[in-house]
């Protein structure tokens, strides 16, 4: 009885509102956009790690094989870095190429705040000078702190702010969708 009670309030926390073949769809028509509006000379493609670098691998499939691809690590970057606590995680960032003149395609699973974003472009700032950097996301879910917007947006939400997005991909989690989570 008390089981059955947990699990249905825990099913009205939880709200999907991008399944497996949504998530594709999205992808495909993300990676269409960015070949007719960017082209595909001179593009490289770097994902903000961890789901965003997944997706920006995904991105690249569609597009064509031989295209650069890169993962970037912010935490160093972050403006709450000293809040993260003493013994934050830090992966490896994997840009094995020149990014100067070239076209960015940055990618990110979810657009909040605008504090990630602003992390990762300084952070691409320390590698080179490209001729432009343009900003691709899974889930734009608004509330801006900084001015910073997406170019290419898969899914437009709008969330109250005591609620968060889950960007869930089969690589890291058993499976795609993106859910809603009241905290």
Do not use: C, H
């Not at 009205?12 to 999205?26: L, Q, T, Y």
């Not at 840009?95 to 395609?105: A, P, T, Y």
């Amino acid at each position: 009885m008390i089981l059955n009670r947990l699990l249905r309030n825990w099913g009205n926390m939880m709200k999907k509102i991008v399944n497996s073949e949504e998530m594709k769809k999205i992808i495909d028509l993300l990676a269409k956009e960015v070949k007719v509006k960017i082209g595909l000379e001179n593009l490289v493609i770097i994902g903000i790690k961890r789901r965003g670098a997944i997706l920006a691998e995904r991105i690249k499939n569609k597009l064509k094989k031989d295209i650069p691809l890169g993962s970037l690590d912010i935490t160093l970057y972050r403006d709450d870095f000293s809040k993260v606590g003493a013994n934050p995680i830090v992966s490896e960032t994997d840009i094995l190429f020149d990014i100067d003149e070239k076209n960015i395609l940055l990618v990110d699973d979810v657009l909040y705040t605008g504090r990630t974003i602003r992390a990762a472009l300084d952070a691409l700032i320390d590698f080179g000078r490209p001729s432009l950097i343009k900003l691709l996301v899974l889930i734009d879910r608004g509330d801006r702190e900084f001015p910073i917007m997406a170019d290419f947006v898969g899914k437009t939400i709008k969330i109250k702010k005591n609620q968060m997005v889950e960007v869930k991909v089969k690589e890291l989690d058993g499976k795609d969708e993106v859910i809603i989570i009241d905290r």
